[in-house]
């Protein structure tokens, strides 16, 4: 889960969307299904991932972004 990956890493910005109550953010960041999971970097997505992750499948998705 992403709370335990934020939680060990507090440098890291994040911001979690609920599509239910904003459905025009899914539509805005081009996403599909849920949970996607978008980094941006410089203000441009550089990855985008649907689907669960455990903390350590998180870190390295972000590492390598």
């Known amino acids: 889960m ?3 990956f934020f939680a ?3 440098g890291i910005s994040y911001w979690r969307i ?3 109550e904003c ?3 899914k539509k805005n ?3 599909e299904r849920v949970p996607t ?3 941006l970097r ?3 997505v550089a990855a985008r ?3 669960l992750m455990n903390p350590r499948e998180m870190a390295e998705f972000y590492r390598s972004a």
């Open 37 to 39: 999971i978008t980094i």
């Open 42 to 44: 410089k203000g441009a």
């Open 8 to 10: 060990a890493n507090p």
């Open 49 to 51: 991932k649907v689907g």
């Open 29 to 31: 960041f081009d996403v």
């Open 2 to 4: 992403p709370d335990k």
């Open 23 to 25: 459905p025009e953010a």
């Open 18 to 20: 609920d599509s239910e």
